[in-house]
Nanobody, 131 residues
């Protein structure tokens, strides 16, 4: 069973870059059939997939966020990270990391953002962006 824990700055100013870390325990982030994702949920809105990496570290991103997110991993620390550039108050949200175990990958489209398709979740970390 994977245990995930997010950490981040809590508060940032507009136009800055947010850097979040997800520490993973219980399973190696290089394990077969695992996918590691970042999500967010703005106040009063639904869950949104930001992107994810596969076991080789190859990233896939939600096209709606254009080139702003970047997901990377550190296999020594067994963690993966999210960098989100040029933030604005619209990026204020609770940010979650999650993992999915599947030999067939991550669903396409809206299903990829649904909580039920991901197996383990961190508790979330609040990021507030001030104008």
């Amino acid at each position: 069973q994977a245990l995930l824990q997010e950490s981040g700055p809590g508060q940032v100013e507009s136009s800055q870059t947010v850097f979040l870390t997800c520490d993973v325990s219980g399973v190696a982030i290089t394990a077969d059939f695992y996918y590691w994702g970042w999500f967010r949920q703005p106040p009063g809105k639904g869950l949104e997939l930001i992107g994810y990496i596969d076991k080789s570290g190859k990233p896939f991103y939600n096209v709606s966020l254009k080139t702003r997110p970047s997901i990377a991993r550190d296999t020594v620390k067994n963690q993966f990270t999210l960098q989100l550039t040029s933030v604005s108050p619209e990026d204020t949200a609770v940010y979650y990391c999650a993992s999915r175990i599947s030999p067939v990958g991550v669903p396409h489209g809206a299903k990829a953002s649904e909580r039920r398709y991901w197996d383990y979740w961190g508790p979330g970390t609040q990021v507030n962006v001030s104008s």
